[in-house]
């Protein structure tokens, strides 16, 4: 295993500074100089957290850290660096009786920030400190000029491995990132797929980094995951390394400032994989945080109310089971026992999305275009009560039923209502890149789609919240959608309006700020039904009334029937739909 990791880091070779392209060269001087904290993806950590990260990652003051090497990937103003360095400071003075010297300290610490302010003002306080721990200046200088480079980690050359690599690496959506530098990361790091922020191939590279005993701790958004985008990066820790700890920090206030993430602590080593122990939104002081970290690391831990353990949470490039024991236990029975929601002939859609919604959709009675050129909308806000009450929003269909464009000479009323509007239809991404069919929708329009009964179910939600709607609209984007040959609507929204559905989805799904969950139609195919004909006809009627009525309880009740489910089942459940 530990030639396959080589072979790994060796596959995206860093980029020395003299053999980058010119503009690579300049994205990564803007970006240098430019961008406030913000567009630098800067989140500062408190100080109780980063000793709580070095604390789980092992580099504790009371361990021998004098021939250790820590890396720093995005050092920003000292948050993570200067805790450290005082660590090590104790900790030559508990092991070796001394303070070191330059020579011995040489190759202790090796750290990057690309930002040249912040750069420079954490290097004089990490000049400071130096001195303040005994070193001369000329040697606090010399060593800060070899530990701490102004350059970008993901391309920067770095020699050897290390036995820590702890921070917290930036926060940067793809968009924000100059183009020539993104296609560079691109190319040297496989785990930067789909929508991946860039933290991603930060941590990507640290954990090629590390040496044969060596530990990842960081704080970052947990999107990656269980979301697509993190797919490359969860096979790449499956398959040759060992997710120690994991430590969901979300509703927590565990940086400075208060910003909208989600995010967890991870604790990483290069080793082979093995129960996770695992911590949920734990309190904020120094004196909880030293207590936990004591009980996550602890040789001898068993799980209790604070920490539990976990077995197989990194599997392949599925997302991670970060749920309770007895939750996961159940998830994988059901997956054992039932097919999925399309095998037992479900399909799940996902509404129209339009790029120019203030172009495309209005009130039915005020659009002006051909009657067979507009289709009743639902909306979110139409199916809030559980029920759909429509508000009267029309989506204009440009399409025919075989998926080609109507012609436009063909619908004059459409046609002067769209080239009145033309302009703003051209803004978008999908009519520069095909202007022949500019005033097409981003998603194609199949009307018959209208006249088929379907459940939809809103993206975010705290709860199942699934609507019947007969077949009389069209969905918009923000809703997905579910249709079937086989299986009774009515009855099947018994079961996705169940605590069952929910525990699937919360299993999977990332939570978002409040408890709300995503019920996008990835983590509903991942529902386990049986096959309709395998149901009696009391049972299909059991259901079709818990679903009309919205009696959760009798959902709850017609469900435990139908899976076979223990009471104790149905409590794990229930705990998990609360969760």
């Not at 021998?64 to 030559?92: H, K, M």
């Not at 809103?458 to 959608?481: A, M």
């Not at 794990?572 to 609360?578: G, I, V």
Request: hydrophobic content about 40%; proline content about 5%.
């Amino acid at each position: 295993m530990q030639a396959q990791q080589g072979e790994l880091q060796l596959s995206f070779p860093a980029v020395h500074p003299a053999s980058r392209s010119s503009k690579v060269r300049e994205a990564i001087r803007e970006l240098s100089v430019g961008g406030g904290i913000e567009a630098r993806g800067a989140i500062f950590t408190k100080p109780e957290v980063v000793d709580f990260i070095l604390d789980l990652s092992g580099y504790k003051a009371s361990a021998d850290l004098t021939q250790l090497r820590f890396l720093e990937p995005s050092f920003g103003g000292g948050d993570f660096l200067i805790p450290a360095l005082r660590r090590i400071f104790a900790s030559w003075r508990t092991h070796r009786s001394r303070n070191p010297t330059r020579a011995e300290l040489e190759s202790s610490i090796v750290a990057f920030e690309l930002h040249k302010q912040t750069f420079y003002q954490t290097r004089d306080l990490i000049s400071s400190l130096l001195i303040q721990e005994g070193l001369s200046v000329d040697d606090a200088e010399a060593l800060v000029g070899t530990w701490l480079h102004h350059d970008d980690f993901l391309l920067a050359p770095i020699d050897g491995h290390f036995d820590f690599v702890v921070g917290n690496p930036p926060y940067v959506r793809q968009e924000l990132i100059p183009a020539a530098l993104l296609r560079e990361y691109r190319c040297r790091f496989s785990t930067l797929y789909d929508r991946a922020d860039i933290y991603i191939p930060f941590i990507e590279r640290s954990l090629g980094l590390l040496g044969p005993t060596g530990v990842l701790g960081f704080i970052c958004a947990d999107r990656w995951m269980k979301n697509k985008y993190g797919g490359p990066l969860r096979r790449l820790v499956s398959d040759g390394y060992h997710l120690k700890i994991h430590v969901d920090m979300s509703d927590t206030q565990a940086f400075q400032s208060d910003v909208i993430a989600y995010p967890a602590i991870t604790a990483i080593s290069r080793a082979p994989s093995g129960p996770t122990r695992i911590a949920r939104q734990p309190v904020i002081s120094k004196e909880s945080l030293e207590r936990l970290a004591q009980e996550l690391t602890a040789a001898d831990h068993v799980s209790n109310e604070k920490v539990r353990l976990a077995v197989g949470v990194a599997k392949s490039s599925e997302p991670w089971l970060l749920s309770g024991a007895n939750q996961i236990e159940l998830i994988r029975r059901l997956e054992d026992q039932f097919p999925t929601l399309e095998e037992a002939g479900c399909k799940v859609g996902i509404g129209v999305a339009t790029g120019a919604d203030r172009v495309f959709i209005a009130d039915d009675a005020r659009l002006d275009v051909e009657a067979d050129r507009k289709l009743p909308l639902v909306r979110t806000r139409d199916i809030s009560s559980g029920e759909v009450k429509w508000l009267g929003k029309a989506i204009i269909n440009p399409f025919n039923e075989d998926g080609s464009l109507v012609n436009l000479s063909d619908y004059p009323k459409l046609n002067r209502y769209l080239e009145a509007r033309r302009a703003t239809i051209m803004g978008r991404h999908c009519a520069q890149r095909n202007p022949r069919n500019w005033y097409r929708t981003i998603d194609r329009i199949t009307p018959s789609l209208s006249c088929r009964p379907k459940l939809l179910v809103p993206d975010i939600k705290g709860e199942s919240h699934v609507v019947y709607e007969d077949g009389q609209f069209y969905p918009h984007h923000n809703l997905y959608y579910i249709v079937s040959d086989e299986w009774d609507l009515r009855s099947l929204q018994a079961v996705l309006l169940s605590s069952l559905s929910r525990a699937f989805v919360s299993t999977y799904s990332t939570k978002m700020r409040g408890g709300f969950l995503r019920f996008q139609a990835q983590y509903l195919r991942r529902i386990r039904i049986p096959v309709w004909g395998s149901l009696s006809v009391p049972m299909r009627d059991e259901l079709a009334d818990a679903a009309v009525s919205r009696d959760i309880s009798a959902c709850n009740r017609a469900v435990g029937k139908l899976y076979g489910l223990s009471p104790e089942d149905m409590g794990t459940l229930c705990s998990a739909a609360s969760a």
